[in-house]
């Protein structure tokens, strides 16, 4: 009966190596699948972030575009402005010369 004992405990503590075995070989395939996803990744995080930093320049762009053409209708409307103001300018001036002429 001791030697059966002995003989199962034998068969069993086998199993239990042959067992932990396969564990510690699953976890190392875990850690290296997983080491070869987060390198599989990596291009992938990279190219996020170039493109998450190409919108944020072109919302920059995008911004200060409508700021130059804020900018520019407003200097658009100043010229207008100032050629309307010329042009009545050079008519008061010709209405001062033929008054001028006429009082010679």
Do not use: W, Y
Request: hydrophobic share 40%; net charge positive; charged share 35%.
């Amino acid at each position: 009966a001791l030697q059966i004992s002995q003989a199962l405990a034998g068969q069993l503590h086998d199993k239990v190596r042959a067992q932990a075995a396969v564990l510690r070989r699953r976890k190392t395939e875990q850690k290296l699948g997983s080491k070869a996803e987060t390198q599989a990744l990596q291009p992938v995080k990279i190219m996020l972030r170039h493109l998450n930093a190409v919108k944020e320049i072109s919302h920059q762009a995008a911004d200060q575009q409508e700021i130059a053409c804020k900018e520019n209708k407003k200097a658009s409307i100043a010229r207008d402005a100032a050629e309307s103001k010329k042009k009545r300018a050079e008519i008061a001036l010709r209405k001062l010369k033929g008054q001028f002429e006429e009082a010679m």
